[in-house]
């Protein structure tokens, strides 16, 4: 009986042996689909990150905008403090007295004297915008005591 090549056992198995030029015909394909996810997956990961930090810079500046306003309520209560009668439709602490460079604007609406007033403190800082509202009373010795503070949608 001859001896069967290698070739032929495998047929006899429905099997087909490779030669040498075809081995490694499969790796191609598999390393281009490997690359396609590796790729997929980092263009997600940095689209991730950059929205990442997009929301956290607003979110920061937002913060920012609240601490200048509340810095705005401070001032008019300290103005308050010195002279009851003072008002004002509207005056800026300039960009200069934050590190950041945002900006308040306060309203002490009138009439002179009379309370309650409702001061209102707008902060600003790179199209970040925070509002809050504070009501103020004041006795009859001329102390002043706060009744409302909210945070007003701008």
Same mark, same amino acid.
């Given at each position: 009986?001859p001896?069967?090549?290698?070739?032929?056992?495998l047929?006899l198995?429905?099997l087909?042996?490779f030669t040498a030029?075809?081995?490694? /015909?499969?790796?191609l394909p598999?390393?281009?689909?490997l690359f396609g996810?590796?790729?997929v997956v980092?263009i997600a990961?940095?689209?991730?990150?950059v929205?990442?930090?997009?929301?956290s810079?607003?979110k920061?500046?937002?913060?920012?905008?609240?601490i200048i306003?509340?810095?705005?309520?401070?001032d008019?209560?300290?103005k308050l403090?010195?002279?009851?009668?003072?008002?004002?439709a509207?005056y800026t602490?300039?960009?200069?007295?934050?590190?950041?460079?945002?900006?308040a604007?306060?309203?002490?609406?009138g009439? /002179?004297g009379?309370?309650?007033?409702n001061i209102t403190?707008?902060?600003t800082?790179n199209?970040?915008?925070r509002k809050?509202?504070?009501?103020?009373?004041?006795?009859?010795n001329?102390?002043?005591?706060?009744?409302?503070?909210?945070e007003?949608?701008?």
């Open positions: 009986m001896k069967k090549s290698k070739q032929q056992s047929r198995y429905g087909t042996a030029s075809q081995r490694g /015909v499969a790796l598999m390393i281009l689909v996810l590796v790729a980092g990961i940095a689209g991730i990150s929205s990442e930090n997009t929301i810079s607003t920061d500046a937002s913060d920012e905008a609240f306003a509340e810095s705005g309520i401070h008019a209560l300290m403090s010195r002279n009851k009668d003072f008002t004002s509207g602490l300039p960009a200069s007295l934050f590190a950041s460079g945002g900006t604007t306060i309203v002490v609406p009439p /002179v009379s309370f309650p007033k403190s707008t902060g800082l199209s970040k915008t809050i509202q504070l009501t103020v009373n004041a006795d009859a001329g102390k002043i005591t706060q009744s409302g503070w909210t007003v949608a701008p």
